[in-house]
């Protein structure tokens, strides 16, 4: 019997039910000592002197004359120091190191800077330097607004959020062999693998990094681990010792990278009847203090900034800006979340001032196969923007609820979305990403650097490799994701892993297969002795893509998603209650159902969160709450039934059909929530959708 | 966080920190700040009774369940996420009741029974609820999974058939990023024997899940929800 498609045990579902699973902070070695950081208290300025108040002849303590190789962050661009190179840029960045065999005394060691403050930046659009900026042009806007009946202008704001993945980042560093081996909890080990090479000077074999069980990454722990890894390894080759280093859950909310906040504006051209004729969109994120990830946030983010849209003329540009706040970066969505916010809040906001119901509005304006999007990329068989629409509103029986509610303190709303799966553009040529397969005497071993954060890498890489060998899942193993024994497979992250990393082994089983013949694998073995496959990432002939111009392909396919959400608002408190979320996503192909029903009612609860209860709320630079107790992400009781919807539609060079699913589920609620408020009349553009945002809005709305 | 005034000592970094010590003293690091702390009263002797077994101990009065159980006595399954009783992460039964260990100080539990994830499988055999959990993919991370089967545990100890609002009460205290709430939901009904594993592929009103559209195929989750349209098409009809 095939596995795709068949709901198979999760490989580690064992270990996690039992407790048996290891996490990076149950593991301990020899001789190891705890380190921490010594961390910026102020937002922007000179460090005069640090002065520990300590003697430190007990401890290990180490600053930028201790870094063996370049004081960087090796990423996009090397401007992030590993320790603060005499100026700090934000709250938290790191200043000192320290390292002992006591955890408690560690927490107790004081470390007086003398700073001379500077003025710092806080507001994006006072922000002296760009990270990046990016325009992108489709005919000419001019003259699309010479069509228009009607021009509807707004703005909207999205903040920060937090991961909050729930296993806080941590790493042991171990000297051996000349060189550092890392273990952490981490996303992309060869990302961690590229800093530490240039951050230690050390030759690339001498560094080895080996993820171990991850608590939850969601783009939190894809650049953050580079730059732990390197704390602990440079105390860990100044000790001579391991050193484990593993946040508490303040430390991690303070320091590590959060979602980029936006304030998009879009000017559209509307015709009489409803056809958009013009769209002028401009980006503003805010990067915080290092350009780390923005320029791709932003990349993502300006190009699903028109929403599944077609329109002849379109103008977006996009910039990135740096701010004394620390660094923003990865968050499930990667800036389309920010923009799609936007541009379904927008579509709203038409719809009203048009009078005209948000269903035909959309149906009339959405993607159609064959329809060329902003960067003039013809959308193929597989753009099924019009059939999720089709199925949510059928399914809700939106219509009559919407008429149902009303005039209540009830409403229901909707958001059309779509996420391109993998890298952008050229990304994924350059990366050339690759995977290989072992043969083992029962079955085969499978070898990427793409971890498994809970999202199932393990268990949809098995079924693939399964299918393609014709051989039972049980007898598909996967090894550990250890530079020293997998290959870069690229990055965990961008909704890839299935369809990039899964169609590479979909090419080696197949190899494998088409060699072994005949031949059972364990005759196969005593015949021929050990055989491995490896295979690269093949770009699709007909994908091109241009950097230079934003012109072209930007993402090999497209996922499409419909939500419809139905809320209810306190009287009293102005609480927003979502009742029941309607989510349906056009994902290719379900390699397993049950894991992917489970990506979407994940990443709505975040979208949940993300609409209306998590506020990052900043002081002088500095998140101000810090803890689970007052930033707060939905329970159970906060998580309403969600109804998932797969719908397939088969992308030709998926394995399968597969696109990606992991990031778009959470492209939908927050525009969907909003929207359902706005059914209350209650004019809303922001989000967190708090209650005192709500009481302000309610109060000032007719 | 050591300059960070805002932070300073949290009570985590205190017990744990009085923790290390042992930790340490195994790998041969003894060092002088072992010696003595300072900070509240010396080590004591602790007994516990941990998944059937007594285990004696000496630590110091502040030192917390969690911390006992994880560095002292290698029963790693137990996590440690917030430290504050804001996540449940850490969640063990004590006399048959789901606590947090982060907030709980070891010395205030001895003489009760105290249950950990580990004992659950101890056998080498997955209990039904764990059995549940693995059918029903109510994992992702599994960061939370240990504190979260212990409070189904301890619901289902209680309430062999629970409804569903009971359930979400139930877990209401177990923080899951992952958003696998769902799926935790079809687990303890899948344990509890409310529904097969059938049973969310075709829910009991023989709704079938898998439905061949024109070009795709449609997979639902949540059949509750299914009576939630059913009433919006009731006022429809209204
Ligand atoms: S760690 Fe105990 S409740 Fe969070
Ligand atoms: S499974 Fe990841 S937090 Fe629950």
Redesign the pocket.
Known sequence: MPAVGQNVLRKEGRGKVTGAAKYVDDLSFPGMLYGSTIRSTIPCGRIRSTRPEFDPSEWVVAGVPDIPGKNVIALIEDDQPCLADGRVRHVAEPILLLAHADREALAGAKVAVDYEPETPVYDPAASPRVFKEILIEKGDLGKGFSRAARVVEGEYRTGHQEQLYIECNGVIAVPENGGITVYGSLQCPYYVHKALVVLLGLPPERVRVVQTETGGGFGGKEEYPSMLAGHASILALKAGRPVKMVYDRVEDMLATTKRHPSIVRHRTGVASDGRIVAMDIDVLMDGGAYLTLSPVVLSRGVLHATGPYRCDDVRVHGRVVMTNTPPNGAFRGFGAPQTLFAAEVHMERISEALEMDPVRLRELNLFRPGDTTATGQVLGADCSAAEVLREAVARTGFDARRQALSGTNAGIGLSLFFHGSGFTGGGEVRLASRASLALTPTGARILVGSTEIGQGTRTIHAQIVADALGIPYENVEVSDADTACVPDSGPTVASRTCMVVGKILQNCALEMKARLGSLSPARYLELHGPLVVTREYEKPAELEWSDETYRGDAYGAYGWGCNVAEVERDPDTFEIRPVRLTAVCEIGKAIHPTLAAGQIEGGTAQGIGYAILEEVVFRDGAMANAQ?TNYVVPTTLDTPPIDVVILESAYPHGPHGAKGIGEMPIDGPAPAIVNAIRHMGVDLRQIPATPERVMEASCVSP | MADDSRSGFTRRDLVRGALVGAVAATAGAKTPAEADRGIGPGAVPITLQINGQTHRLTAEPRVVL?DALRDRLGLTGT????????????TVLVDGNPV????LLAAEVQGRKITTIEALASDGRMKPIQEAFVAADALQCGFCTSGMVMSCKALLDRTPKPTRDEIRHAVSGNLCRCGTYPHVFDAVERAAGIRTAEGRAHPPDGTPVFQTLAASRTFTSDQRVDAGVAEALDLEEA
Request: a positive charge.
């Open positions: 689970m | 969690a996590k440690v996420v917030c430290g504050r009783g804001a996540c449940g992460a850490c947090c260990s982060c907030l």
